[in-house]
């Protein structure tokens, strides 16, 4: 039962460079979703999708591309990474819109810019 | 404004103690109020969840309590065990027409000592 899966667990990059997070789910969830998390700040959403070629951005878009091709595949990509970036990523999903939905996490993924 | 205030930021409490941790909310259309759980290394996992047409709901040694008026919620811990020591995240949302987009606070990082 794997539910979301992100990759790479961690990652360094440098100033500049540029990278995709990967994210799958197996639980056919129309909704998935990106956030970053800092500490001390939550989780703050970055892009969000409602269904194959739908996508919208979040509280923190900025630096970061998404694309939704499949139900299953929800990839964030950072362009000309920042030190601003340094962050964990998690990838989330759940079956509804609504906002009672219970929402899915995986597990993160550790991302250092230097 | 969609904010979401969460306090303490950390939080000691011995075995066996009640562990008590206090959200405030601004925007009154919110009408769902979830608590992560988060483990180190992984991600956020739904605890329990309230609506605001009630003021207590209770799950095992977990309960949340609502005070609508005060626009204030907050999760109590009885027994608080060292297998309770972790991340927590209040958060909340509304209906919307298209997203789950939860708002969460800052989280509260507990610690609960043998």
């Known amino acids: 039962n794997a539910g979301v899966t992100q990759t790479p667990k961690f990652r360094i990059l440098k100033i500049g460079q540029s990278m995709t997070l990967q994210c799958t789910q197996d639980m056919n969830h129309n909704y998935m979703y990106w956030y970053r998390q800092d500490p001390g700040m939550g989780l703050k959403l970055i892009y969000y999708s409602v269904g194959a070629g739908i996508t919208d951005k979040g509280e923190v878009p900025n630096g970061y591309n998404v694309s939704r091709s499949t139900t299953e595949d929800f990839p964030l990509r950072l362009e000309l990474a920042a030190p601003s970036q340094t962050s964990v990523y998690f990838c989330?999903?759940?079956?509804?819109?609504?906002?009672?939905?219970?929402?899915?996490f995986g597990e993160g993924s550790w991302l250092t810019v230097v | 404004q969609q904010q979401v205030k969460q306090s303490p930021q950390s939080l000691i409490v011995q075995k066996g103690g009640i562990s008590i941790i206090n959200c405030a909310y601004e925007?009154?259309?919110?009408?769902?109020f979830p608590w992560y759980q988060q483990f180190p290394g992984k991600g956020p996992a739904l605890l329990i969840a309230?609506?605001?047409?009630?003021s207590e709901k209770k799950e095992g040694r977990f309960t949340i309590s609502f005070n609508k008026s005060a626009k204030q919620f907050s999760l109590h811990i009885m027994d608080s065990q060292p297998g309770d020591s972790a991340t927590y995240f209040c958060?909340?949302?509304?209906?919307?027409?298209?997203?789950?987009?939860?708002?969460f606070g800052e989280g509260t990082q507990l610690t609960v000592n043998p």
């Open positions: 989330a999903s759940s079956s509804h819109g609504t906002g009672r939905n219970t929402i899915y």
């Open positions: 309230i609506r605001p047409d009630v």
């Open positions: 925007n009154t259309a919110f009408d769902y």
């Open positions: 958060a909340a949302s509304m209906e919307e027409t298209s997203g789950s987009r939860l708002t």
